[in-house]
């Protein structure tokens, strides 16, 4: 049985950082892709950042330069370091995993097998 446990959201200042990670287990870490999704109240659920089997990374506009997504095989661990931190960043953050290996698969909900249950990041201003 596969399952994502995300930690490490919380409540910070506008500038401020987080990091999220995301604890897989059940699952061959390694060969699928994964990703960040987050949906703000009466919004649809946007992709934020998926990461490929080999390594290669995928951004949403709206956070390129500011977040980074990273993988550590050795700890089945997601994580995303989110700094530069504005308020309309506010959201519930999602873990996602695929059964496929390519980044551009996870930026597609569609091609998502496997959701975690979320973690709350409120931005002040």
């Known amino acids: 049985q596969v399952q994502l446990v995300e930690s490490g959201g919380g409540s910070v200042q506008a500038g401020g950082s987080l990091r999220l990670s995301c604890a897989a287990s059940?699952?061959?870490?390694?060969?699928?892709?994964m990703a960040w999704f987050r949906q703000a109240p009466g919004k649809e659920r946007e992709r934020v950042a998926s990461?490929?089997?080999?390594?290669?990374?995928i951004y949403a506009d709206s956070v390129k330069g500011r977040f980074t997504i990273s993988r550590d095989s050795a700890k089945n661990t997601l994580s995303l370091q989110m700094n530069s931190l504005k308020p309309e960043d506010t959201a519930m953050y999602y873990c996602?995993?695929?059964?496929?290996?390519?980044?551009?698969?996870?930026?597609?909900?569609?091609?998502?097998?496997?959701w975690g249950q979320g973690t709350q990041v409120t931005v002040s201003s």
């Open positions: 996602a995993a695929s059964r496929l290996a390519l980044a551009t698969f996870c930026q597609n909900p569609s091609f998502v097998h496997y």
């Open positions: 059940g699952y061959t870490y390694s060969t699928y892709c």
């Open positions: 990461i490929g089997s080999g390594g290669t990374t």
